[in-house]
C-alpha cells in the first residue's frame, strides 16, 4: 500500500543518488547566475536575461530534486 506523503516528511525523507547529483547541479546554475547578476559592472541585456533564467532553472532543479523520494 502506497503512503501519502506530504511536503515536510518528502524533505526529511533520504533521496536518490541521481537527484542528489541533480540537486547540486543545479544549486551550480543558481550560483553562477547569481554572481552574474550580481556583478558590479554593466552587462547587456542578453547576458543579464540568461543569468536570470539560469538562476530560475536552478531554483526548480533544486526543488524538485528536494522533493522526491525513494521508492520502497
Not at 500500500?1 to 511536503?7: D, E, F, G, P, S
Not at 552587462?43 to 543569468?51: G, N
Amino acid at each position: 500500500m502506497k503512503r501519502k506523503l506530504n511536503i515536510k516528511t518528502r524533505l526529511k525523507e533520504p533521496s536518490p543518488a541521481f537527484f542528489k547529483k541533480v540537486k547540486k547541479i543545479g544549486l551550480l546554475l543558481g550560483a553562477a547566475g547569481t554572481a552574474v547578476l550580481a556583478a558590479p559592472i554593466a552587462l547587456p541585456v542578453a547576458i543579464t536575461t540568461a543569468a536570470g533564467y539560469l538562476v530560475t532553472a536552478g531554483l526548480v532543479a533544486s526543488a524538485v530534486s528536494a522533493a522526491t523520494v525513494e521508492g520502497e
